[in-house]
């Protein structure tokens, strides 16, 4: 009979020592999130961690090799890990789905003008949108990042025990980067791509902006969007 206790392992053992996270997302979510991108039971997943601490275990329980974690892999489980939270953040958006598609289409204006056409565009959607946009992340700001991309990397960098030698994964600072990445998209499919001036300035977004932009705007999906924006970030 199979007596593996997850919960009572986790209670037992932390595999997290370094890292706080402020979210209703459990250790338990996110291993179970890395178990299904490397196609094996958190069971075996915990059995290789314990391994790799230098912990002796059950050789049959190992049997599975961990050879299929890889970066884009591990998005779908990544959005499937937040998609509470993203459900939860897109309901309390302030904007209605007319005045979405309105600032969308100021902020594409905006984008492909320039001189006093362009000023008097910024003006005009700051004035229809401004306060609540701008009032909005004001309030989800700093928490709502952290929300997002405290489990995520998390995720990551648990994943990047089991990565072969070599791999990025194993590289807490571009798994930070590919977390904002993820929480830019999110944020953009979320709240329009006009959103920049408020996460624009995010650890490795920069370089992206525009790719997540015009992807977003041209209707394709999130999970593609990041794919794209870690290939073209060389995080792929």
């Known amino acids: 009979m199979d007596t593996f206790d997850l919960k009572k392992y986790l209670a037992e053992n932390r595999l997290f020592e370094n890292e706080d996270i402020i979210s ?14 490397a196609d094996v039971s958190p069971k075996e997943l915990v059995a290789k961690a314990k391994e790799s601490e ?5 050789e049959a329980i190992l049997s599975t090799v961990l050879t299929g974690i890889t970066v884009l892999g591990l998005i779908p489980p990544a959005l499937k890990l937040i998609g509470k939270l993203t459900n939860a953040t897109s309901r309390a958006f302030k904007l209605t789905d007319d005045e979405k598609e309105d600032y969308n289409l100021l902020s594409l204006q905006i984008k492909n003008s320039s001189g006093d056409e362009k000023e008097a565009l910024e003006t005009e959607r700051d ?14 700001g700093t928490d709502l990042h952290h929300k997002y991309t405290a489990p995520i990397r998390k995720m990551l960098n648990f994943a990047g025990k089991f990565a072969k030698e070599g791999s990025s994964l194993k590289d807490k600072e571009k798994n930070e980067v590919r977390a904002n990445i993820i929480y830019a998209v999110l944020m953009a499919g979320i709240a329009g791509f006009g959103i920049w001036s408020h996460i624009g300035h995010l650890k490795g977004i920069a ?10 705007k041209g209707g394709k999906s999130i999970a593609s969007i990041i794919e794209g924006a870690f290939e073209l970030a060389s995080l792929a």
């Not at 209703?24 to 991108?37: G, L, N, P, Q």
């Not at 949108?129 to 989800?140: L, Q, R, T």
């Open 207 to 216: 370089p992206v902006a525009g790719f997540i932009a015009d992807s977003v």
């Open 127 to 140: 004035e229809k949108y401004g306060s609540k946009v701008g009032n909005w992340f004001k309030d989800a």
């Open 54 to 58: 230098g912990e002796n275990v059950d």
């Open 24 to 37: 209703e997302i459990s250790d338990t979510d996110i291993i179970k999130a890395v178990a299904t991108a």
